[in-house]
């Protein structure tokens, strides 16, 4: 028996149709994953279901009675919750308050807190999370927060929990316990809609699958009956190659290394604390790590785009602390920055313009003080076909262009230089599994070129599909190394929640045999 029923659902924003007719089948009691590529529409068309879009066209029902939902209040009166990917906790607050916050139910502005601790105490315990309802939110972990969010939507009464892109921020282990009470949930009745782009998660703890793409429903299939190569061939509309480690081929010489590098983040606390490294040329030393752990102010100090306290950074063996990015560029080094709109690119300048910005004051393309304009659109059209870069011409500006697109512009500067050095953060994010397989490809054929390749991601497929080693980063610390080859997971994950350190002689630098 089909229990909500989404209808014929359309949603329009402007340029693009976000729901171009869903509809959904969702049964009383299963996990129901929602599948498909960044921009598919997932999160627009649960975003209507919590009654936060009002949608343009279809209909809604529970039960066979058709619903009208124009508010999160409606939604939670329907018996629907949403957990978002930005949670919305008071980190000053307590757990208990938290949950009780915004409530209006007629107790007035006085709270009765001892019975929403005892409340929220006996729903953790029957959904098997602990919890203390009195602790600070500030001090929880991110996974424990997620989990308050679930009870804060279970304390108003949801029977139906979304859950949008849930183990984006969560470590191996965290994402696990978070699947073990989704299970525990939806065996008690509860109705679970998992959003997710991660084919070995919806294989794993869903019923069945619904795959979305381009606004569109491809097909809903049960879980048992499908395997993630068809799920990713739905996904995009074509054959993927899910596996991208290519031939593993022995590095080289020293071309970056990093000494006890120490870096302040912008409020000047310790984000780095005393970072040590090497990588090699024709390998890949993969930085994994849960976000905001000194990833970004570390690559910031590598780059020249942050001032380091103290330590070293040196290229080929020579001393680069304190150079900025160009001279830094031309020491063979070269950077995909983890925020392509901001660091990456100039948006309001034309893809040539962009493809040109780290050469234009060289020859050929600079011919004394002017451009070399035939030679701007002749280096920049051989970076268009070559990098496949989807755009009406090269006089288009960059914010014109998707995120995939944007991101080939910067590849396709960044790479055509021959670089010795690769400094590349989550190059993929934000990107359609198309455009990440693209951006996979050619950063291993440029450690088959022998191009020394950084790399930090909080996707640990991405870390696991590419490295040769894996550098765990927690706290501004190195917390353990592993061999990217037969990487134990469990292992990376306690290291990623700083459960376990490993010995101090095992230090990023070398090899270690
Ligand atoms: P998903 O969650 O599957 O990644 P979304 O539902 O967020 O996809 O987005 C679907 C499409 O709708 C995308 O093209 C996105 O850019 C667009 N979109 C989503 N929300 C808005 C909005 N508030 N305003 C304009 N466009 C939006
Ligand atoms: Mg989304």
Do not use: W
């Amino acid at each position: 028996m089909e229990f909500l029923e989404m209808r014929g659902i359309v949603k329009r924003f402007p340029g693009v149709v976000a729901n171009n007719g869903i509809s959904l089948s969702v049964r009383k009691g299963e996990v129901h994953a929602l599948l498909g590529e960044n921009g598919a529409g997932k999160s627009t068309l649960m975003n209507i279901l919590y009654g936060l879009y009002e949608p343009d066209d279809g209909e809604i029902c529970i039960d066979g009675r058709p619903l009208r939902i124009s508010s999160p209040r409606d939604a939670l009166d329907a018996g629907i919750g949403m957990v978002h990917q930005e949670f919305m906790l008071i980190p000053a607050l307590t757990v208990a308050e938290n949950v009780v916050l915004g409530m209006d139910d007629g107790r007035g502005p006085l709270l009765d807190l001892k019975a929403t601790e005892a409340e929220v105490t006996r729903l953790a315990a029957e959904y098997l999370f602990r919890i203390d309802p009195r602790a600070r939110v500030a001090d929880l972990s991110v996974g424990e927060q997620q989990r308050i969010e679930i009870l804060k939507a279970l304390y108003r009464g949801a029977r139906i929990l979304v859950l949008d892109e849930p183990t984006a921020v969560l470590t191996p282990q965290e994402t696990r316990e978070l699947f073990s009470v989704m299970k525990t949930l939806s065996s008690q009745g509860h109705t679970i809609i998992f959003i997710s782009h991660k084919l070995n998660e919806v294989m794993n703890v869903s019923d069945r699958v619904t795959v979305l793409r381009d606004g569109r429903v491809v097909a809903t299939v049960n879980t048992r009956d499908t395997n993630p190569s068809e799920l990713a061939r739905l996904m995009v509309g074509r054959e993927v190659g899910l596996d991208t480690s290519g031939a593993r081929t022995s590095p080289g010489e020293t071309v970056l290394s990093v000494s006890n590098l120490v870096v302040n983040d912008h409020r000047g606390l310790r984000a780095v604390k005393g970072v040590s490294l090497e990588v090699r040329a024709g390998e890949v030393l993969g930085i994994a790590g849960v976000d905001g752990n000194g990833q970004m102010e570390l690559i910031e100090a590598i780059t020249g785009l942050r001032k380091a306290q103290s330590g070293s950074v040196a290229v080929l063996g020579r001393d680069c602390t304190g150079l900025p990015p160009r001279p830094l560029a031309e020491t063979g080094m070269a950077h995909i920055p983890g925020n392509r709109q901001r660091t990456g690119l100039i948006l309001e300048m034309s893809v040539a313009e962009n493809a040109i910005l780290q050469t234009y004051y060289r020859p050929p393309i600079s011919r004394g003080i002017m451009l070399n304009e035939g030679e701007v659109r002749r280096f920049s059209d051989s970076l268009i076909s070559q990098y496949d870069i989807r755009t009406p011409n090269q006089d288009v500006k960059v914010k014109l262009l998707s995120g995939g697109n944007q991101q080939k512009v910067i590849l396709a500067r960044e790479l055509s230089r021959q670089p010795r050095l690769l400094v590349a953060m989550h190059p993929t994010r934000g990107l359609d599994v198309g455009a990440t397989e693209y951006v996979h490809s050619r950063i291993l054929a440029e450690r088959e070129r022998g191009c020394a390749v950084l790399l930090v991601s909080v996707e640990l497929e991405e870390i696991l599909a590419l490295s040769d080693r894996i550098a765990v980063m927690y706290e501004g610390e190195i917390a353990g190394i592993l061999d990217g080859r037969n990487a134990d997971i469990e292992e990376m994950g306690l290291l990623m929640a700083g459960s376990t350190r490993r010995s101090a002689s095992c230090s990023a630098a070398g090899h270690g045999g």
